[in-house]
Each structure stands twice: as C-alpha cells, then as structure tokens.
C-alpha cells in the first residue's frame, strides 16, 4: 500500500455492502436490525427489563416496548412479572426466539463461509490479515457509536469463519 492510507470511501462502501449482505438471513425471518438487535441482547443477558433492553439499544423506553410488543406477538421473547416491583415486568427469549437467533446466526456464519470460500486463497488470506486492523477500526467508533455489546461477536465469528475455511 506503498505508505497511503487506503481509500476510505472504497471502504466505507464496502463494509455497508457487507453489512447488508449479513442481514439477509434475519429478514428472512421478519427481523428488522432493530428486532434482531433486541433477541441478541435477551439471549445473552435476558431475563432483563425493557428500561434495561432499551439503554443497551440506545433507545426510549416507549420505543423499547413497541420493539418488544411486535417480539412477542412473534412468539420470540415472553412477558413476566418482576418478582422485585409489582409494576415492572421482565422479559426473556422464548424458545422459538432462541432457536430463531441461533438460525439466523448459523445461516448468516453458513453463507459468508461460502462467498469466502468462493474467493481466491490470496484474497482469503488477505481478509484474514486484515481482521486485527478492521477489529481495530470498529473500535475505534464504539465510543461514538455505542453499539449493543451484545453485537460485539460479529468479528469473531468473521474470524471463526476465516479460520474454519483455511483447514
């Protein structure tokens, strides 16, 4: 790269369209980024409430119970009582809603395996080099940003799919 910085419009391309690409498998399922959002934050740290849901999501708690209204008329996240205030209430992946996460992942892993498969080793192994530096730079927006941690596994599940086509 003979000492320039690489074209950081080229990049920022590139990475929406990735980006895209991986939210394929939830839409096949109705999940917005929102709602997919919201299920990857309540199979890590459910059960949770939707003040708790919403701070993770970055978002107004009126907004958090919409969010959670059309999950649970899917069938994927349930309702229940918080044992500590009478007025709250607590919600949990069902289920359907846990086997849906694991889907969407398993499906979304699946087929970035096979477009990396697709690509000419020395651009595997270029993809795979590039992982610290692209983890890097997706650090480096996590203060201004403050994506859900619970989202954070995306890049290691890159690098898990990288390292499982190489053998």
């Known amino acids: 790269m003979s000492g320039r910085a690489p074209d950081a419009a080229r990049l920022r391309r590139a990475a929406l369209r990735l980006a895209y690409g991986l939210r394929v498998p939830a ?5 917005t980024p929102s709602r997919l959002a919201a299920l990857v934050i309540l199979g890590k740290q459910s059960p949770m409430r939707v003040g708790d849901l ?26 229940r009582d918080d044992p500590n205030d009478g007025r709250a ?3 949990s992946l069902t289920a359907d809603g846990a086997r849906i996460l694991e889907d969407v992942r398993a499906e979304g892993i699946q087929e970035l395996a096979g477009h990396l498969a697709s ?7 270029a993809v795979e080099a590039a992982l610290p530096a692209l983890e890097a730079l997706a650090d480096a ?27």
Request: charged share 25%; glycine share 4%.
């Open 54 to 79: 919403a701070r993770e999501l970055n978002i107004a708690v009126p907004s958090g119970s919409r969010l959670l209204d059309v999950l649970a008329e899917s069938g994927f996240v349930e309702r």
């Open 141 to 167: 927006f996590t203060p201004l940003t403050e994506p859900p941690r619970a989202l954070a596994s995306t890049a290691d599940e890159l690098a898990e799919v990288v390292a499982l086509r190489r053998r």
């Open 27 to 31: 839409t096949r399922y109705g999940l």
């Open 89 to 91: 209430f607590l919600v």
């Open 119 to 125: 690509l000419p080793a020395a651009q595997r192994a």
